[in-house]
């Protein structure tokens, strides 16, 4: 059933022309609700912009940049304040642009950042509209989770930010069903709706791959690549030790692709321990990501073992897209693990031992000689699940 045009606005802290994973995301995201019709505002912090505010057009979408404080490579503090004052800024700049006077049907914006909330309050008002929060990432809880924050200070200072955000939203989207537990209490005031909203991807330009493994030392090998961001909260550690378990294998190569806090130091660890079954990339267009996958047989997935949350990387849906089968080494109870062994598309170990996760690449690479319907449940899965057309519907259907 067609759903009325709305007239919405996107609130968010990435967009193109960053690659990053969110920034594909909403690209995604925005490029649907065009297609189907609706007319979609996104209002994004421009650091270091000359001018209040720049209006743009992307595929359909009305973009507009709103000058604010720099809040990426800089300390930690600086970028807290920085933050706080982001959605004011972008607030005065709102008011200062061709825009400022806009009634929307609607309001949605995208967690990561937790601090959007005083601007999607002033729209929601503004606007007599209700809002929709995407939660990808439930901060703070997954840096307690990891070790990088206690609970003191710091800690009570993030989750009122959060709660503050949370408070905000009339419809809550979380990841996986897991993930609903942190929003229970948030649920029992009235008018508040929480929900499973899977992540979601579109079909990708095609665009020539800058990367052939051919002309790499992996020539000629079952490619198993990684392709994302390389960070704390992957804990990549265990694929280098999979990679030496395997350096005898001369039929098996690594790929990783990306960039991240810890790529640099998993480079050079590599080079260290002389893997030379793995070769690294910094990473590429979005588009090119189709290209590199047909050159590959297994996609990786790797979640640090600390992590208490459940998480699907959007990573697992480019795999899937593309039917690639995946190896996952994800924290224990990630409800990743269960839709992997339900759905068959891959091996996935919770352990986080490098003994099991080596058993569990041999059983995969025996699968994807001998399945041949292994590709077509990972591209159904896909279809069903992660679709952006179906994002779109599920989230007009909550604002109306």
């Known amino acids: 059933m067609n759903q009325k ?115 999607v309050s002033a729209i929601k008002q503004s606007s007599n509209c209700k809002s929709y929060l995407i939660i990808r990432d439930i901060f703070p809880e997954w840096a307690v989770d990891m070790g990088l924050m206690g609970r003191g200070l710091p800690y009570r200072f993030f989750s009122a930010v959060a709660r503050y955000q949370y408070s905000v939203a009339n419809v809550i989207g979380v990841q996986t069903p897991g993930n609903k537990t942190y929003f229970e209490q948030w649920q029992q005031q009235p008018n508040r709706k929480l929900e499973v909203l899977q992540n979601w991807l579109d079909e990708p330009k095609q665009k020539k791959c800058s990367i052939q493994v051919d002309e790499t030392t992996l020539k000629g090998r079952t490619i198993f690549v990684y392709a994302g961001n390389m960070g704390v909260a992957q804990g990549m550690d265990i694929l280098l030790d999979l990679a030496e378990k395997l350096l005898a294998n001369t039929g098996v190569g690594f790929l990783f692709v990306g960039r991240g806090s810890e790529a640099a130091r998993l480079r050079l660890a590599a080079q260290t321990r002389q893997l030379h079954n793995i070769v690294f990339f910094d990473e590429i267009d979005p588009d090119e990501i189709p290209g590199l996958y047909a050159q590959c047989s297994v996609g990786i997935v790797a979640l640090d073992y600390k992590h208490k949350s459940h998480n699907i990387p959007g990573k697992f849906l480019t795999y899937m897209q593309s039917g690639l089968p995946v190896l996952a080494n994800i924290n224990a109870g990630n409800d990743l693990a269960q839709i992997i062994r339900d759905e068959r598309v891959g091996q996935v170990c919770e352990s986080n031992s490098i003994d099991e996760l080596l058993q569990l690449c041999s059983i995969l690479l025996d699968s994807i000689q001998t399945d041949n319907k292994l590709p077509i449940r990972c591209k159904q899965l896909f279809e069903r699940e992660f679709s952006v057309r179906r994002t779109v519907h599920q989230i007009t259907a909550a604002l109306i």
Not at 34 to 59: C, I, N
Request: glycine share 6%; aromatic share 8%.
């Open 5 to 119: 045009p709305m007239q919405l606005v996107l609130v968010a802290d990435t967009f193109p022309p960053l690659r990053t994973s969110g920034a594909v995301q909403l690209r995604d995201l925005s490029r649907e609700f065009a297609r189907q019709g609706h007319q979609l505002t996104v209002l994004l912090p421009a650091p270091g912009q000359q001018t209040p505010w720049q209006l743009e057009q992307f595929d359909g979408v009305q973009v507009l940049r709103l000058r604010a404080p720099k809040t990426k490579d800089i300390s930690y503090i600086r970028r807290t304040l920085a933050e706080l004052l982001m959605p004011l800024a972008m607030l005065r700049n709102l008011k200062r642009s061709p825009l400022a006077n806009c009634k929307w049907e609607g309001v949605l914006w995208y967690a990561p950042s937790i601090f959007h909330g005083p601007l």
